[in-house]
């Protein structure tokens, strides 16, 4: 296993989590409050979308440095 892409592999799990916790905390669902607003949408809209946007860049990234994916590749050979 590539060392590297371990190291990498951890850092999206790594990150993935703390975009979870942080999905359902205050920073992105205010207690009872819309504003501010960002191009007339509310800040829990536009934190979600910001949320919804960095899991997919994430996701991705996970999947070119998985580090099954070496394992697999040897035994198509």
Known sequence: ?????KHY???CTLTMIILSIITFS?????AGKYTP???SLPRTLWA?????ILMVVITF??????????KSK????
């Open 37 to 39: 607003t960002l191009f």
């Open 61 to 70: 990234i996970g999947t070119k440095v998985y580090p099954g994916n070496e």
């Open 9 to 11: 592999w951890n850092l």
């Open 74 to 77: 040897g035994e198509n050979k």
């Open 1 to 5: 296993m590539n060392q590297k892409n």
């Open 48 to 52: 979600g979308m910001l949320v919804y």
């Open 26 to 30: 205050p920073l992105v669902i205010p």
